[in-house]
């Protein structure tokens, strides 16, 4: 390395040698029904509570739910691949749908059943979410699923933005994927460290199990 002194170099070292000992990745396959019927489910118990659901609403809520239905339950909700962002983790599929993102909703072929609008009282780059109809078909959700979608609500709205964002910040997840002098405003979550004790071989079975189920 030209032009960089000995403790330079043992610096820029370490630094390589912690990148390359992160946890492994386990790319799941994200089960985009259930991802749909989850939003679907977040925005009717908005409705229902006569809540505004923004797109920080919604992404927070996914992420409890999906992390708390994994430690109870052994599996997420969405199957769908978090990434941590300056604001918290956030679902990757979720989230492009929710920003209504051409590319991914072509791919999946999907026409989203709620619409989106600017809430600047909420913002000034808030959206919020209303669903189009209260017979949307969520029956691809189990009880555990929804019973954990309603929870995380609760949390989110409870606890308001500071307070959750503090909270995903808090998460080993994201502690470990985010990098605040990075290239990027987004990093890819181990799923192992979803877990409330780390465990590499049960997020390699699920990542399996997503692609063949």
């Given at each position: 390395?030209l032009?960089?002194?000995?403790q330079?170099?043992e610096?820029?070292?370490?630094?390589?040698?912690?990148?390359r000992?992160?946890a492994?990745?386990?790319?799941l396959t994200?089960h985009?029904?259930?991802i749909v019927?989850?939003?679907v489910?977040?925005?009717?118990?908005?409705k229902?509570?006569?809540l505004?659901a923004?797109?920080?609403d919604?992404v927070?809520?996914?992420?409890?739910?999906?992390?708390?239905?994994l430690n109870?339950?052994?599996?997420?909700?969405?199957?769908d691949?978090?990434?941590?962002?300056?604001?918290g983790?956030?679902?990757?599929?979720?989230?492009?749908?929710?920003?209504?993102?051409?590319?991914?909703?072509?791919r999946?072929?999907?026409?989203?059943?709620w619409r989106?609008k600017?809430?600047?009282?909420l913002?000034?780059?808030?959206?919020a979410?209303e669903i189009?109809?209260?017979?949307?078909?969520t029956?691809?959700?189990s009880?555990?699923?929804?019973?954990?979608l309603?929870?995380?609500f609760?949390i989110?709205k409870?606890?308001?933005?500071r307070?959750?964002?503090?909270?995903?910040?808090?998460?080993?997840?994201?502690?470990?994927?985010?990098?605040?002098?990075?290239?990027?405003?987004?990093?890819?979550?181990?799923l192992?460290?979803?877990?409330?004790?780390?465990?590499e071989?049960l997020a390699?079975?699920?990542?399996?199990?997503?692609?063949?189920s």
């Amino acid at each position: 390395m030209l032009g960089v002194d000995s403790q330079g170099a043992e610096a820029y070292f370490s630094v390589m040698l912690v990148r390359r000992q992160r946890a492994p990745l386990h790319a799941l396959t994200p089960h985009v029904e259930k991802i749909v019927a989850a939003i679907v489910v977040l925005l009717k118990e908005a409705k229902r509570r006569g809540l505004p659901a923004t797109q920080y609403d919604i992404v927070k809520s996914l992420f409890l739910a999906d992390r708390g239905h994994l430690n109870k339950y052994g599996r997420p909700i969405t199957f769908d691949n978090y990434v941590a962002m300056k604001d918290g983790p956030v679902p990757s599929l979720a989230y492009n749908f929710l920003k209504e993102d051409a590319t991914s909703l072509r791919r999946h072929g999907q026409k989203l059943p709620w619409r989106r609008k600017a809430a600047r009282d909420l913002g000034v780059r808030a959206f919020a979410f209303e669903i189009e109809s209260d017979n949307v078909d969520t029956s691809v959700l189990s009880p555990s699923d929804v019973e954990e979608l309603k929870a995380a609500f609760t949390i989110v709205k409870a606890l308001g933005f500071r307070q959750v964002r503090k909270l995903t910040h808090e998460d080993q997840a994201y502690i470990e994927a985010w990098e605040d002098d990075g290239p990027s405003n987004g990093y890819k979550m181990s799923l192992s460290l979803l877990f409330d004790v780390p465990n590499e071989e049960l997020a390699g079975e699920l990542a399996f199990l997503s692609k063949h189920s």
